[in-house]
């Protein structure tokens, strides 16, 4: 078929859930270790009649002339599409960058390893010493790979101004989320300043606790992930305990992961498998990959109850809606509530009593460690959307070839000394960072919802499975604003979140 030919939008939404399909699985082999080198050039190539600018152009033509619905399915077809043809753009460039993270290895205390074990390393070695010598080995070697992730992000910001006709990368990606990121960012900002005395206390009792005595009176961010996993804490919080105990939670708001069989769990631990947890949905609701890998603590925990709660959103979609709705969505805020209320849920103390025989008092310490985990990512994240709002601002000027006040936005927010040559490493794309911060707004609201409808043990009752299963049907079709509003909330009302995170002992 010739790349130009052009498809209906119903071919065009069935060829394309075949690409997603394909694509994700590639990536998906490529993140757990299975391969060691990307091929994803080679599939779009395969699909490339799949995205061509006379595509583009019969989508929106046909999207003009809709409604309601159906023009906010097309929409979604129309921008996938876009998405794909600058993807197609890219995949060279995307996977010699893939390849080169591959190959990047470090040498530490005379052992040659991987870029991303080195990175998985840092969570598990107990002398602060060590972990700063190995971080910045790992920041150094991860630096290399700057000028080829400039730019990659160079030439596809140039080509999604040109195809979608919107230069300016900040208005366009509110007209995508149907936000303002400016109300956002003030909205976000007031709740960082109304929580800091609470954090200070947090940090300071953490920081203590978990790096000693003799730590930097401001760490660095080779020690994030150590403290993520409260190393402190590990003999607790097993690795062995972390998949029957997630299970078991899970089960008790009425999910049984184990009888879901269209969500394919990968625990394994593997030389090259990505650190970072995740979900990959190649086929909503058919095919849901959770993907961790375990290394003892805490955050075992907290990253399974965070992705469950992407799987069992994904697999839990109605199959009888269209693929789009299924599958495709505005931006990623509103998944996002649903991993951030399940890792909720190993923030009370009754839970951490329940599991692990813990006394109630501590419990309640063991769970405000949870909480001083939140309050950081929270405003980390907070701060890396604001540097990126100014990021963005100046690109057209500045090329991105300065870290700007990455290193000082970050720093300030959070007590940990970020080093500026993350700056690009640290950049999701598509102002991921406003949409993990919408959901923690949506998910403290819906926490509230949930105490209020079915009680403080809301977080081991069945009712609360029963009214996240009615949202998890409805797949991607609403947005993150749309449930604020079935919630009873305003989407920038704050109150329930700042509640959370002054909740300190």
Sequence with gaps: MSTTAVRTPAE???????YYRERSEEGRAVRVGEKEVSEQAAIVA??????????????????????????????????????????????????????????????????????????????????????????????????????????????SEELEG??????????????????????????????????????????????????????????TNSHVAYMRRLSPLESTYTK??????????????????????????????????????????????????????????????????????HALHYAGVDPRLPFTFRAISRDHALTEIYSYILEAITREPGWHAEHFHLSDTQAAENAEATLFLEALLYRRYTAKLRYELGFWAAFAEEGGRSPRDYSTLLTEATGVRYDPRNYLSDMDGGFYSADYLRAWIRSAQLRAFLVGEVGEDWWKSAKTGEILRGLFAEGTKPTSEEIAGRLGFDPLDTGPLVADLNAVG
């Design 240 to 309: 062995d305990g972390a998949v029957p105990i997630c299970l078991a939670s899970t089960l008790a708001i009425g999910f049984d992961l184990t009888a879901i069989p269209n969500i394919r769990l990968d625990l394994e631990d593997r030389p090259q498998k990505n650190p970072r947890a995740c979900v990959i949905a190649s086929d909503p609701p058919e095919v849901v990959h959770l993907i961790t890998r375990a290394q003892g603590g805490l955050a075992d925990y907290q990253a399974f109850m965070h992705e469950a709660g």
């Design 46 to 155: 395969r699909y490339s009649d799949l995205f061509s600018r006379e595509q583009i152009d019969a989508l929106r033509e046909a999207e003009a002339s809709s409604s309601g619905d159906e023009r906010e399915r097309l929409y979604r077809l129309r921008k996938a599409c876009e998405g794909g043809f600058i993807y197609n753009e890219l995949a060279e460039k995307g996977d010699a960058l893939e390849n080169a993270l591959i190959r990047s290895r470090v040498t530490f205390n005379g052992e040659e390893m991987p870029l991303r074990a080195a990175q998985a390393r840092l969570a598990v070695i107990d002398e602060y010493a060590d972990r700063e010598l190995l971080g910045d080995l790992e920041r150094a070697e991860s630096a290399k790979l700057n000028p080829d992730r400039l730019d990659l992000l160079t030439v």
């Design 162 to 219: 040109e195809v979608s006709g919107e230069p300016d990368p900040i208005a366009r990606t509110e007209e995508e989320k149907a936000i303002s990121l400016r109300d956002l960012e003030r909205a976000l900002v007031a709740a960082s300043d109304a929580t800091t005395t609470a954090y200070e206390r947090l940090r300071d009792r953490w920081f203590d606790r978990i790096l000693g005595p003799g730590r930097d009176a401001q760490p």
């Design 12 to 18: 065009y939404e069935a060829r394309l859930r075949e």
